[in-house]
């Protein structure tokens, strides 16, 4: 007779987001430098994205898209004791977005930190709470993403100010007994992946210890196009074997939204049914760590992603980096 094994999965109990005030579309921009709505929304999809103004930081959009998913979550402060957040664009180079989150949301408890692994910072979060919480050591858990890119961008540069936008989101992910198997709620398997052989194809040209500055955005687009279509399904095959599952489970797939035509072409290479891809780089552009969660929220909120359903997140960035999971709602 076969013993059944309980087991703790980190469930998701509370979606949230926010974005800066100032929407900025892609007829603003051609006022700025050499381009134009069609070439951007041919090349990328992105019709608009949001640009953080006067007092809007990375910690102040965490904060906001953090209290909105405890709201949905229907946590207090006390309930939290694990706080990350995916961020490249931290207010200050120390301390962390994190701590600066926890302060703001009066959380007294358990231990805060960011990660950064630039536009695959939101799966290493969500996979890092993962261990956390599935070990029993943390409770409650908010991830966040968020992201001030349009403060690292060459405004000069129009192969990339165009691409990024402003915004965080945030998951509560509570630590709940499951039965063990993949009907369970909860993340049921991630996979990460990093090569710092790539440098070159995307980084920040500044930071503390080479130019004291923040620096500028500097990227090989195309580069990192192909070697996005080409690598990224590696992690999400390998995440759907270990959880004894397959892309004919899936209920939605929730990309990282740097480009449409990367999310089609990866959709594509795995078999995922169009109607079944959750898209908002139209709207917000290249959030970097913030575009899952944002996305996520989105789906939430219109009533797509509902509990139960199969989620597969993925990503890629600077590193490069990039990870797949997947979660039951
Ligand atoms: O978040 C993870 C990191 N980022 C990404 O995943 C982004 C990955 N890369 C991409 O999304 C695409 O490569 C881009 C959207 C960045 C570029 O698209 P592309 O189809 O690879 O275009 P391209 O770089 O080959 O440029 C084509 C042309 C060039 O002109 P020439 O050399 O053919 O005369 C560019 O100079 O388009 C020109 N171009 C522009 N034209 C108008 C580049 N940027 C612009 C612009 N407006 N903003």
């Not at 929407?23 to 090349?43: A, F, H, K, M």
């Not at 509902?306 to 989620?311: I, Y």
């Amino acid at each position: 007779m076969t013993q059944e094994v309980k087991r703790l999965r980190s469930v998701v109990t509370g979606v949230g987001s926010a974005l800066p005030r100032r929407c900025v579309t892609n007829r603003e921009l051609e006022g700025q430098v050499d381009t134009s709505d069609e070439w951007i929304v041919q090349r990328t999809g992105i019709t608009q994205r949001y640009i953080a103004g006067e007092g809007e930081t990375t910690s102040s959009l965490g904060a906001a898209a953090a209290r909105a998913a405890m709201a949905k979550a229907g946590c207090a402060p006390e309930d939290i004791d694990l706080i990350i957040c995916a961020t490249s664009t931290p207010d200050l180079t120390f301390p962390s977005v994190a701590t600066m989150i926890q302060a703001e949301l009066g959380v007294l408890g358990g231990v805060a930190f960011d990660v950064q692994a630039v536009c695959a910072g939101f799966v290493f979060a969500v996979a890092t709470a993962d261990k956390f919480l599935t070990s029993g050591s943390h409770k409650r858990a908010l991830i966040i993403g968020a992201e001030t890119f349009s403060r690292i961008m060459d405004w000069q540069d129009r192969t990339t100010c165009v691409l990024f936008g402003d915004g965080a989101g945030a998951l509560v992910l509570e630590a709940r007994e499951g039965e063990g198997t993949n009907a369970d709620r909860g993340v049921l398997s991630s996979k990460l992946r990093s090569d710092g052989r790539y440098k070159s194809k995307l980084y920040v040209d500044g930071g503390p210890s080479t130019t004291q500055t923040a620096g500028h955005l500097r990227m090989e687009g195309k580069e990192v196009f192909r070697f996005a279509v080409g690598h990224v399904t590696d992690v999400m095959t390998d995440a759907f074997s270990e959880a004894g599952l397959t892309v004919e489970d899936l209920d939605w797939f929730v990309p990282h939204q740097a480009n449409q035509r990367i999310i089609d072409a990866s959709a594509q290479k795995l078999g995922i049914a169009p109607a079944k891809v959750v898209k908002t780089v139209q709207w917000h552009g290249n959030t970097s760590a913030a575009s899952i969660p944002l996305a996520l929220s989105v789906a939430c909120e219109d009533g797509r992603i509902k509990p139960g359903d199969l989620v597969m997140i993925e990503a890629i960035g600077g590193g490069f980096a990039w990870g797949a999971a997947l979660i039951r709602w």
